[in-house]
Nanobody, 126 residues
Framework: QVQLVESGGGLVQAGGSLRLSCAAS????????VGWFRQAPGKEREFVAAILWNGDRTFYTDSVKGRFTISRDNTKNTVYLQMNSLKPEDTANYYC???????????????????WGQGTQVTVSS
């Protein structure tokens, strides 16, 4: 079992920054990959970023490359998503998710994840 709790969302103007946190508990944190997804009203959930269990590699969807940075602190059982140069189209509910493996898998696919947090809302005004 893994519990995930997101925080750090809010309302920000376009061009601003936010840092999301995903605090994990339960299974040993360094034994699984973590991803961030988002879902805007009326749209499907989409992959945003992911990081391997040991932090050695990160992955991003094209629309956030160069603006968002995912990182993890295995001593604090927390994954972060630093979001800079935010745009109105980044507005969504952001979820972190855990894929309970250290194997190489396609972390862009939501079906690879076993546990999900409740989400934190990010709203970017123009």
């Amino acid at each position: 079992q893994v519990q995930l709790v997101e925080s750090g969302g809010g309302l920000v103007q376009a061009g601003g920054s936010l840092r999301l946190s995903c605090a994990a508990s339960g299974r040993t944190f360094s034994s699984y990959h973590v991803g961030w997804f988002r879902q805007a009203p009326g749209k499907e959930r989409e992959f945003v970023a992911a990081i391997l269990w040991n932090g050695d590699r990160t992955f991003y969807t094209d629309s956030v490359k160069g603006r968002f940075t995912i990182s993890r602190d295995n001593t604090k059982n927390t994954v972060y998503l630093q979001m800079n140069s935010l745009k109105p189209e980044d507005t969504a509910n952001y979820y972190c998710a855990a894929a309970l493996t250290t194997r190489a898998i396609d972390l862009r696919r939501a079906r690879e994840y076993n546990y999900w947090g409740q989400g934190t809302q990010v709203t970017v005004s123009s």
